[in-house]
């Protein structure tokens, strides 16, 4: 018994096969990820800020009404609320970053069954956690020898978070540890490594990558006008926050595994946090 092979019928005159999709641009897909961070973002700040105005809300009106005040009217309540303290304002950049984070990764760069393996087998070399170490040394030196020479030209900035820390680590200081040393590297990586630098890395972009991921983990960091800061403060600030952002870039694609960047930037914030806690310094 003899078997055929099905041939396919020929087009129809004036048809063409489809063309293959080009390729996006890699740039175009990078501001399309920036852009989309900075949106959910806001909208995860916004809703924080409305629950916290929320549970604040009915917390005020709950307490004049147990001590027999007339019904509060919406100005009264508003009036009493004043601004989150320093825990509800870490847990809202928690919320709204790390949901940022979360969101973006998980709908625009997942890891691939291949890129986890390869990051596995990547945290079971030696020289994975050597150059964590050796990357997460040369950025505190780094970072502190940058404030040393601007200080001795009389730049000193002040950073935007600083006022926050400082409370936080005086009234909660084992959350913030938590926070500072395991959350924000975890979801900053995740954000700016994997998500931002990942797209144009893997597009055969790596060094563009660096420049723009950087660059965006330090406007992040010191947006201009939210503090005190003159220009040359800001650029100091951004110089070190963009040289730190591009050394974990350098080490995420050294190693092959998002793990090794987390872990010099855990290093890097315990290290301010100690400073912090024990001298009151940055």
Same mark, same amino acid.
């Given at each position: 018994?003899?078997?055929t092979?099905?041939?396919?019928?020929?087009?129809?005159?004036?048809?063409?096969?489809?063309?293959?999709?080009? !390729?996006?641009?890699?740039?175009a897909?990078? =501001?399309?990820?920036? *852009?989309? &961070? $900075? @949106? +959910? #973002?806001?909208?995860?700040?916004?809703?924080?800020?409305?629950?916290?105005?929320?549970?604040?809300?009915?917390?005020?009106?709950?307490?004049?009404?147990?001590?027999?005040?007339?019904?509060?009217?919406?100005?009264?309540?508003?009036?009493?609320?004043?601004?989150?303290? !320093?825990?509800?304002?870490?847990?809202?950049? =928690?919320?709204?970053? *790390?949901? &940022? $984070? @979360? +969101? #973006?990764?998980?709908?625009?760069?997942?890891?691939?069954?291949?890129?986890?393996?390869?990051?596995?087998?990547?945290?079971?070399?030696?020289?994975?956690?050597?150059?964590?170490?050796?990357?997460?040394?040369?950025?505190?030196?780094?970072?502190?020898?940058?404030?040393?020479?601007?200080?001795?030209?009389?730049?000193?900035?002040?950073?935007?978070?600083?006022e926050?820390?400082?409370?936080?680590?005086?009234?909660?200081?084992?959350?913030?540890?938590?926070?500072?040393?395991?959350?924000?590297?975890?979801?900053?990586?995740?954000?700016?490594?994997r998500?931002?630098?990942?797209?144009?890395?893997?597009?055969?972009?790596?060094?563009l990558?660096?420049?723009?991921?950087?660059?965006?983990?330090?406007?992040?960091?010191?947006?201009?006008?939210?503090?005190?800061?003159?220009?040359?403060?800001?650029?100091?600030?951004?110089?070190?926050?963009?040289?730190?952002?591009?050394a974990?870039?350098?080490?995420?694609?050294?190693?092959?595994?998002?793990?090794?960047p987390?872990?010099?930037?855990?290093?890097?914030?315990?290290?301010a946090m100690?400073?912090?806690?024990?001298?009151?310094?940055?």
């Open positions: 018994m003899s078997t092979t099905p041939v396919p019928p020929p087009p129809l005159p004036g048809a063409s096969a489809p063309k293959p999709r080009a !390729a996006g641009s890699p740039v897909g990078f =501001l399309i990820d920036l *852009g989309l &961070a $900075a @949106l +959910i #973002l806001f909208g995860l700040s916004l809703l924080a800020g409305l629950l916290w105005g929320a549970v604040q809300g009915m917390r005020v009106g709950a307490e004049l009404v147990a001590n027999g005040a007339p019904a509060p009217s919406p100005d009264s309540i508003a009036t009493q609320l004043g601004q989150p303290g !320093a825990l509800a304002q870490i847990l809202m950049a =928690l919320f709204a970053t *790390g949901g &940022a $984070a @979360l +969101i #973006l990764y998980f709908w625009r760069r997942r890891a691939t069954p291949a890129e986890r393996e390869t990051s596995m087998r990547a945290l079971g070399r030696p020289a994975t956690w050597g150059w964590t170490l050796w990357v997460g040394t040369l950025v505190i030196i780094g970072s502190n020898g940058i404030g040393f020479l601007a200080k001795r030209a009389g730049i000193e900035p002040v950073p935007t978070n600083l926050l820390m400082s409370s936080a680590a005086a009234q909660f200081p084992v959350f913030l540890a938590l926070f500072a040393v395991v959350l924000a590297p975890a979801y900053e990586e995740l954000l700016f490594r998500v931002l630098f990942g797209r144009l890395w893997n597009a055969g972009k790596p060094w990558g660096v420049l723009l991921s950087s660059l965006a983990f330090a406007l992040v960091h010191e947006i201009p006008g939210t503090s005190g800061n003159g220009p040359a403060e800001i650029a100091q600030l951004w110089l070190i926050y963009g040289g730190m952002g591009a974990f870039c350098w080490l995420y694609q050294r190693t092959g595994t998002l793990w090794a987390i872990g010099a930037h855990a290093l890097n914030n315990a290290v100690t400073l912090l806690m024990v001298f009151g310094a940055t």
